[in-house]
C-alpha cells in the first residue's frame, strides 16, 4: 500500500506561481504512475497530469499545458507539479495519486493523498 502526502498549497495572486510536492511512502514507488488531480467546490475531480513510472513520458489536460509541469525524483520518493501563470479558475484542492496504468480517469488510480489547496485571487 502507498500513502502520498502533499504540500506546497497557498494563496497566490493570479499570474503568480506555486510548486506542489507528493511525498510517497513505500518501497515500490517507481513502479506507479502517478497523477495529479483537482477539484474546486462543487465540481467534479479534474484531471491535471500524469507521469510515467520512469519519469520519460508525461501527458497534460489540454488546457492546462504550457502552464503546468509534472516531475518526479524516484530516489526521493517525490512527485512535483509546478504551477505557473495561475488563474482564478485554477482554485480548487490539488491531489497526488498512483495507479498501474496511464490515464486521465480518476477511477484508474489506487490511492491518493489527502490533498492541498490552491487559492488564486484575482
Known amino acids: 500500500q502507498v500513502q502520498l502526502v502533499e504540500s506546497g498549497g497557498g494563496l497566490v495572486q ?7 510536492s507528493c ?11 502517478m ?5 474546486a467546490p462543487g465540481k467534479a475531480r479534474e484531471f491535471v ?3 510515467s ?3 520519460s513520458r508525461t501527458y497534460y489536460a489540454d488546457s492546462l499545458k504550457g502552464r ?4 518526479r525524483d524516484n ?18 484542492v ?12 480518476a477511477r484508474g488510480y489506487d490511492y491518493w493523498g489527502q490533498g492541498t489547496q490552491v487559492t488564486v485571487s484575482s
Open 14 to 20: 493570479a499570474g503568480g506561481s506555486l510548486r506542489l
Open 23 to 33: 511525498a510517497a511512502s513505500g518501497r515500490t514507488f517507481s513502479s506507479y504512475i
Open 35 to 39: 497523477g495529479w488531480f483537482r477539484q
Open 49 to 51: 497530469v500524469w507521469i
Open 53 to 55: 513510472n520512469s519519469g
Open 68 to 71: 503546468f509541469t509534472i516531475s
Open 75 to 92: 530516489g526521493k520518493n517525490m512527485v512535483y507539479l509546478q504551477m505557473n501563470s495561475l488563474k482564478p479558475e485554477d482554485t480548487a
Open 94 to 105: 490539488y491531489y497526488c495519486a498512483a495507479g498501474r496504468a496511464t490515464t486521465y480517469n
